[in-house]
């Protein structure tokens, strides 16, 4: 079984910053990609930033130069560095990573998402 959990979010001034933290846990054989993902209230879900295990990092435009992401492998987290939030930074941030499990295919396990405001 596997479970990704996050941590982190809170209530934050605009202009302020705050981490999130992902732990992927379990039955695992190997993580692949991992990433954050958001949701506003009324909104549909949208891709904030994803980290691949060969480097390779994608970030939503309207984060770019703002936020940081990155991954401990050996510990199988990820983190999210958000510096200069804006009041529509403000969502659920949810974790996903592509894990392979032992005895099961490569898939995506999502966490339960973290709430992040911010005040204007």
């Known amino acids: 079984q596997v479970q990704v959990m996050e941590s982190g979010g809170g209530l934050v001034q605009a202009g302020g910053s705050l981490r999130l933290s992902c732990t992927a846990s379990g039955n695992i054989f190997r993580v692949n990609s991992m990433g954050w993902y958001r949701q506003a209230p009324g909104k549909q879900r949208e891709l904030v930033a994803t980290s691949t295990n060969d480097g390779r990092i994608n970030y939503a435009n309207s984060v770019k130069g703002r936020f940081t992401i990155s991954r401990d492998n050996a510990k199988n987290m990820v983190y999210l560095q958000m510096n200069s939030l804006k009041p529509e930074d403000t969502a659920v941030y949810y974790c996903?990573?592509?894990?392979?499990?032992?005895?099961?295919?490569?898939?995506?396990?999502w966490g339960q998402g973290t709430q992040v405001t911010v005040s204007s």
């Open positions: 996903v990573c592509a894990i392979w499990a032992y005895g099961s295919p490569n898939r995506d396990y």
